[in-house]
């Protein structure tokens, strides 16, 4: 099995910066690809960022230039930071992962439980 663990929400003013944190864990033999998806009350999760691997990157058009996601191959984990965070920015924030868990198997996705980040003054 594989977990990820998520870290780093909380409460933050307009402006503010946040930074979240990912690390995956269990049996993971290879991981194609690590992200970030959000999800506000009353709407559907949807995309923020995702990283591969190779050091692709994908943003929601909606926070290009204020966030940027990174990755520690080698501790198997995946950041985030925020910058100028604004209200609509707040959701509960998920970690995903398209992760091969043994050779000749095929990636499966993971899920973080969840951390909340909200943006307010």
């Known amino acids: 099995q594989v977990q990820l663990v998520e870290s780093g929400g909380g409460l933050v003013q307009p402006g503010g910066s946040l930074r979240l944190s990912c690390a995956a864990s269990?049996?993971?033999?290879?991981?194609?690809?690590m992200g970030w998806y959000r999800q506000a009350p009353g709407k559907q999760r949807e995309l923020v960022a995702t990283r591969t691997t190779g050091g692709s990157t994908n943003y929601a058009d909606s926070v290009k230039g204020r966030f940027t996601i990174s990755r520690d191959n080698a501790k198997n984990t995946v950041y985030l930071q925020m910058n100028s965070l604004k209200p609509e920015d707040t959701a509960v924030y998920y970690c995903n992962g398209k992760i091969q868990s043994a050779w000749g198997t095929r990636a499966s996705d993971y899920w973080g439980q969840g951390t909340q980040v909200t943006v307010s003054s």
């Open positions: 269990g049996s993971i033999f290879i991981i194609d690809r």
